[in-house]
């Protein structure tokens, strides 16, 4: 039965897969599209935890004679995918609102306590000795940087800084945080994976790494690196300095261009978002 296999897809994109995932390392050679896939394991578990109940439709709605004791059957499934869509919009509600009240806040309180800054900047700077850079995304943005990055920093490993956070927030990459955020916590606490959550958060890091690189070299990133390494940032900030340092060095040292690699990974992620869309037209056309 069509249902069940969906179910099963379901359970498998939401368990097994992003435990392998995690541990795959070969993901991390190209973060650009192995966020895609990401991105797509999880769509297409949603997907097919949604297109259960739909799938079992066709059968009671069509088959006169068996309606009863295929009720129990619907009747179940739409509860499942019903309690999936409730989930996954208030766990999108509540933590989309947490993170824009937080990030308003916290940039109020930036805007007051930072030192002097130029006019139309974005960039503020905190009278701390210790080294600390993140990023306050949102349509007022903002790029904090504490003293003791300049002080410890040449001005090309600074300029890394800039073009790391700068890269976070042209693409939004709080938004794909904040994404899989909710996906996180509208999965049952049993089917929940840390190491997926880690590990989107390391390509995500990896990828504004890249943006750096582009702009002034894999030497001077690195050094930004080290010197941010171990520094602490608020929740709801996208920090330079997250993440294992020695894993995203390592990270710059292997990056180049892997077209093919990427290539695979894409035709992956259309493949696993196709799948539970191919089962549900097929229980339709089955009639
Ligand atoms: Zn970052």
Do not use: N
């Not at 938004?175 to 996906?183: A, D, G, K, N, R």
């Not at 890091?205 to 690195?222: F, I, N, Y």
């Amino acid at each position: 039965m069509i249902a069940l296999l969906l179910v099963a897809v379901a359970v498998g994109l939401a368990w097994p897969a992003p435990r392998l995932m995690a541990r795959a390392q070969v993901f991390r050679r190209s973060p650009r599209a192995a966020l895609f896939a990401w991105q797509a394991v999880t769509l297409s578990a949603i997907l097919a935890a949604l297109a259960a109940a739909p799938a079992i439709a066709p059968m009671v709605l069509f088959d006169g004679q068996a309606v009863w004791q295929h009720f129990m059957i619907l009747a179940l499934a739409a509860a499942v995918s019903g309690i999936m869509l409730a989930r996954l919009l208030i766990a999108g509600h509540s933590i989309g609102r947490r993170m824009r009240v937080l990030r308003h806040r916290h940039r109020e309180v930036v805007d007051i306590i930072a030192l002097d800054h130029e006019p139309d900047s974005r960039v503020r700077v905190l009278d701390h000795p210790d080294p600390t850079a993140y990023c306050l995304p949102g349509r007022d943005s903002r790029v904090v940087v504490s003293q003791g990055v300049l002080a410890h920093m040449s001005p090309r490993a600074f300029q890394a800084v800039l073009a790391h956070e700068g890269a976070h927030l042209a693409a939004r990459h709080d938004l794909l945080v904040e994404f899989f955020s909710v996906i996180h916590e509208t999965v049952p606490a049993p089917l929940r994976c840390s190491a997926a959550m880690r590990e989107v958060r390391l390509l995500i890091e990896a990828l504004a790494d890249r943006a750096a690189v582009a702009r002034v070299g894999p030497e001077a990133t690195t050094a930004a690196l080290l010197t941010l390494a171990g520094s602490r940032a608020p929740e709801a900030a996208m920090a330079a300095g997250v993440g294992a340092t020695a894993t995203r060095v390592e990270l710059i040292r292997q990056a180049r261009p892997r077209p093919l690699l990427s290539a695979v990974m894409y035709v992956y992620a259309v493949g696993l978002m196709a799948l539970p869309l191919v089962l549900l037209a097929k229980a339709w056309s089955a009639l």
